[in-house]
């Protein structure tokens, strides 16, 4: 068996036959990462498991989230859902990835940009080499990326622009 077939078979294992008790070792025995990996799993996957140790660390992870998620504690957090909604409030909303003046800050080079490239020497050389055509096609692509950069602006900052309008119109 390979590891990416054994990894395969792990997943679709039924969480209880991943998730056995382990076995009874009252010798005061350590049973290693292997023989831990081992317990509950069919005998083919067993093998593998006892032979590979990274195949053997995985399926020992999993058994140990599994029974983790099997303690009967976990029944005494019923009402963890409402405690967490109940403190919402307190939370400070997050913060924005890039503040406003960051993104007027590009806006303002992609402006820039737009402006002086017909002042550059390279697009010289381009509108003599391929004529006034070359014009049109630049301004299209300048446009668009322009619009695509507010558009992207403008749904980045919906939020803060319809609590804007609402505070200032709708008195």
Known sequence: ???????????????????????????GERASSGERAARGLPADMAEHAASCP????????????????ALPEAALLVDLAPRIEALLPFVPPPRREIAIAGWIGVGGLIIAGMVTAPLMAGYAAMRDLYGVGYTLPLALVSGLALSAYLGLFIASHLDGFSKAFYARFAK
């Open 1 to 27: 068996m390979t590891c990416s077939h054994f990894l395969a078979r792990l997943d679709c294992l039924e969480p209880a036959l991943a998730a056995r008790p382990p076995a009874d070792t009252s010798s």
């Open 54 to 69: 990274a195949c053997a660390r995985v399926a020992s992870a999993l058994g140990a989230a599994l029974e983790l998620y």
